[in-house]
């Protein structure tokens, strides 16, 4: 055998104290480099530093042999450090109850002693296979364009956002104000730093402001600055906003909360480039770009006088609606599992994916405060799951009421279809044959249906 074929074999981890057994164990595996570990500390050991794909866990270890806890303890240690790695678990102390508390507790599968070498074997290559399989599934995740676009690291895959995408990555070469028009948690600040850092001023700074966050009394100074003496506490020259983004962006979030007298200010400086700072007497010359966002009723608001309309259209140069999380079909599940990917690697838990239930039930949700609900349900989601599944329990989420009702059967019938594909695709981690299997659809019927609807079939 070549060094080359050493080192090309996938690694298994044997745990397993009974010296007899672990060099049985060791020549049943002559296709993969067998590791062996007579203890929990050698088994950790080798797993930092061998990076194991599977392991066959021997629950009754030292110093507890005839029990149980050392070796389930053992398993809650491999799948905090490596929560990927399939453990398979065996005991013969009270097998059934064994069985389950593994399994609850992340065990891939489960085997009783004594061990039959045929059957285990086929447990392990079947271990190996899926976990092949859920590692090329990533690599696909990773490189299916549209899924994670260019523009600020944005994760979509529904054609509603695509669009929005690629208008902010047309406007953003262009000197031009720019207005972000969505619900609370649409991602709006997320675009505006894409817009950012897709344009000519993506070296220079980019500066945001949530103007509701800020006492109308303090909003001022802390848009155009102050100087030394200005106001009592006033203790030295201070920039605003406003200069510190020049030469670069400035993100006004809740632009609608702006008091009218700060408003004839700010139109001052759309339209003369110039600021003055609280208690100053010279004009300062700045060179930033405005890009705002408000999930207000703007129009209305000048209708009714609380928005001064030749500030409206200095700032809405170019108006961009952003659909809420509802409306992009897909991506509440797509979304869900990057989050569940990064905070549970974070918080080194040991949840991977969703069950069924829990994934309807992300897909049916309305999701009224759009992807920073989803975020903190996933989180939550991420401590609370016991398992390697989160089910719809752990993110305390009930059937959805469904969409309002459409009175044109054409309209109807489009509207699933583009629901359905959205579903199937993040169901399928974006995977078309998978997708087409779930709909019950060929691969070119659903390539078809794809390209109709505006799904990147790449």
């Not at 599968?109 to 296979?129: N, T, W």
């Not at 980019?206 to 030394?228: M, Q, R, W, Y």
């Not at 605003?240 to 702006?258: N, Q, R, S």
């Not at 398992?387 to 309209?411: C, H, I, P, W, Y």
Request: charge should be negative.
């Amino acid at each position: 055998m070549s060094r080359i074929d050493i080192i090309t074999k996938q690694k298994l981890l044997v745990v397993e104290d009974d010296p007899g057994l672990q060099t049985q164990l060791r020549w049943a595996y002559e296709d993969y480099e067998v590791l062996v570990a007579g203890t929990r500390e050698e088994a950790l050991a080798l797993m930092r530093s061998e990076e194991p794909g599977v392991v066959t866990l021997d629950l009754g270890l030292p110093p507890d042999p005839d029990g149980v806890s050392e070796g389930f303890r053992t398993l809650g240690e491999i799948l905090s450090f490596a929560p990927d790695t399939k453990v398979i678990v065996a005991s013969g102390h009270n097998a059934r109850e064994s069985a389950l508390t593994a399994i609850a507790g992340g065990a891939w599968d489960f085997y009783q002693k004594p061990v039959d070498i045929d059957e285990l074997g086929a447990i392990v290559r079947r271990a190996f296979h899926v976990r092949n399989l859920e590692e090329e599934n990533r690599r696909l995740m990773a490189a299916v364009p549209g899924e994670v676009t260019m523009l600020g690291g944005l994760i979509t895959a529904a054609p509603e956002m695509t669009r929005v995408v690629r208008t902010i990555e047309k406007v953003a070469g262009a000197n031009v104000s720019v207005m972000l028009l969505g619900a609370s948690g649409t991602g709006k600040e997320l675009l505006a730093k894409g817009l950012h850092q897709a344009g000519p001023r993506a070296a220079k700074a980019f500066v945001a402001i949530n103007c509701a966050a800020i006492p109308d009394t303090l909003l001022e100074s802390e848009l155009f600055g102050h100087e030394k003496g200005a106001f009592t506490g006033a203790v030295k020259t201070t920039e605003g906003k406003i200069e510190m983004a020049d030469g670069g962006t400035l993100f006004l979030d809740e632009i609608g909360d702006i008091p009218l007298p700060l408003q004839v200010k700010l139109l001052r400086f759309l339209q003369e480039r110039v600021i003055e700072r609280i208690g100053g007497r010279k004009p300062i010359p700045v060179d930033t770009r405005i890009v705002c966002a408000t999930h207000r009723d703007l129009k209305a608001m000048v209708a009714e006088g609380s928005f001064r309309e030749d500030l409206y259209y200095r700032l809405a140069e170019i108006v961009v609606p952003i659909p809420s999380l509802a409306e992009r079909p897909g991506d509440a599940v797509l979304l869900a599992r990057h989050f569940l990917r990064h905070h549970a690697g974070q918080m080194k838990t040991a949840a991977r994916d969703f069950t069924p239930d829990a994934a309807a039930a992300i897909e049916s949700w309305r999701w009224p405060g759009n992807v920073r609900e989803l975020e903190n349900r996933v989180k939550r989601a991420a401590i609370m799951a016991e398992g390697k599944a989160v089910t719809a329990s752990d993110l305390d989420l009930e059937a959805g009421e469904g969409d309002d009702a459409f009175v044109n059967l054409r309209a109807v019938r489009e509207a699933a279809e583009r629901q359905a594909i959205g579903r199937a695709m993040a169901m399928a981690d974006n995977n078309v044959s998978a997708a087409a299997r779930l709909l019950g659809i060929s691969r070119p019927t659903l390539y078809d249906l794809m390209k109709q609807h505006g799904f990147n079939a790449a």
